[in-house]
């Protein structure tokens, strides 16, 4: 041991000497400070947990929010094409028809073109329904006669886009039938609904630029003020030949898993608030005999949350040291 | 080595720190700088540093003209240069070692090259059995030690010091100022900023004398 260190310190007698570092050194030497920056990072926003999570919870909302903006619109435009698909018709058979007469009506509509399947819901089949899922049961066991009529779901046979000019024609040949009291259609508020999301994308994006410029600043600020605690490990860096690059890298690092972090609570948050939404939309759905569920970020939308957190950090990291390091340039 | 040419430096406010300096010095040499403070000593080494630029003139580095290093070739040419500060500027959140290796960190030197390094650093200065120490726990003396292994640890080709002896006792002082000409003999160019007259009249070594900025005496010659 003490002979090697002797030779040690002859190699240091010796002056500038072994200068030259071999490339593959110097590879794995950069490969390990990029571990070790890593690790020393994540240690530093460990040290002062308090101020890292609030930070964390900061981003984490401001990312939430325009995320949760852009699944609602999402999953309302799921649902206008999930009813665009079923648009269905409904055929109101007169009151007191006979039974005869409507299994008339039955085969006539079954026979039509353009209509795909059919489905009676007689009278008696509606109040039950009505009685069991609206909750004024009580309330009509008091009329005397049942007020609803018997209907025909008519599912036409529908090609995408759907042709409303086709659906219209087929209503005026079903409305031509004595039986039939009216025929319906809903379609206008599925237009709307279409304007709507066209607005609330747009709104996400708006939202999503605002609250993304918030994140950027408080990132900046956040590495800012980690800057001005490391001023003058800055400095000595700076004088003993470290590069911008070096001094920046422990910052960056530092932003981006800030960043990630946040991303992370609420991609977290995001999924807490699902799982609470999605019982009481699986019970909508039932009222509306929709097999209808939630949808949620999904494994890419996921990744791609984490990754705008992560760039977001690495971007607001980016700003503050370039900006303190432009000003200990030399003049 | 070094070779001020007709170098001013005057800050915004319009104060004069270096008026038209010219001096040189040979690879190996070792001088003193004195003058009173303010008369731009810190200046000067700063310039030697860059850390600041010149207002005028020229400063020749192993003919290299400073002047026309780009701000991102500043880390590559401070990599020959060593720095011994008053203050020591140690990093009090790591521990010797690191504080020592930091140079070699910076320049991408693997793992295995750096522990040699550092520790042969450290042995030079004695300090080798205090590596996993934080600076803190020093005496003002073995804190100095270490800035000056963190300077040398890199092998540079010129060594600067401002005020090194500044804080500390006569024996002390000397036993620093030994350690210089020790790297002096193995051929780095050593330049020593200090107003402790006394000691350096006992080394016999070139003086340099600054006022307000002027370059009084270049001392150039006395002590080779």
Known sequence: MAAKDRNARDSVQRGASGKKIRFADRWQGYKAHHRDTVRLSLRKLLSEPLQTLMTVAVIAIALALPSALYLTVENIDQLGSHFESSAQITVYVKKGAKPQAVDGLRAKLDAMSGVDSLSYISAKQALLEFKALSGFGAALRDLEENPLPAVFLVQPAVSEPIDMGQIKRLMSKIESYALVDDVQIDMAWLQRLHSLTEMGQKVVVALGAALGLGVLLVIGNTIRLSIQSRRDEIIVIKLVGGTNAYVRRPFLYTGMLLGIFGALTAAIMLYASLLWMSSSVANLAELYQSQYRLQGLGMLGFLGLLGLGGLFGLGGAWIAVSKHLRDIEPK | ?224
């Open chain 2, 1 to 224: 080595m070094i070779c001020f040419d007709n170098l001013s430096k005057r800050y915004p406010g319009g104060f004069e720190a270096l008026k038209n300096v010219s001096f040189e010095m040979d690879a190996g040499e070792m001088a003193f700088l004195t003058g009173h403070s303010g008369a731009g000593k810190s200046t000067l080494l700063k310039m030697l540093m860059l850390m600041e630029r010149p207002t005028s003139g020229n400063l020749l580095i192993n003919g290299k003209n400073l002047n026309r290093l780009s701000n991102s070739q500043i880390p590559i040419y401070r990599r020959q240069v060593g720095v011994v500060f008053q203050n020591h500027q140690l990093l009090l959140d790591r521990t010797v070692f690191d504080n020592v290796a930091l140079p070699l960190q910076v320049s991408g030197y693997p793992s295995s090259e750096i522990g040699r390094r550092v520790r042969a650093a450290l042995d030079g200065v004695g300090l080798l059995e205090k590596e996993q120490q934080k600076p803190i726990a020093l005496s003002g003396g073995e804190q100095q030690r270490v800035g000056i292994a963190r300077a040398v640890v890199h092998k540079p080709r010129i060594l600067l010091a401002d005020e090194p002896t500044g804080n500390l006792d006569p024996e002390l002082s000397s036993e620093i100022m030994a350690l210089f000409r020790r790297f002096q003999n193995v051929g780095v160019t050593v330049l020593i900023a200090t107003h402790d007259i006394t000691l350096i009249n006992r080394m016999q070594l070139r003086i340099m004398h600054l006022e307000e900025g002027e370059l009084t005496d270049d001392g150039a010659g006395y002590g080779r």
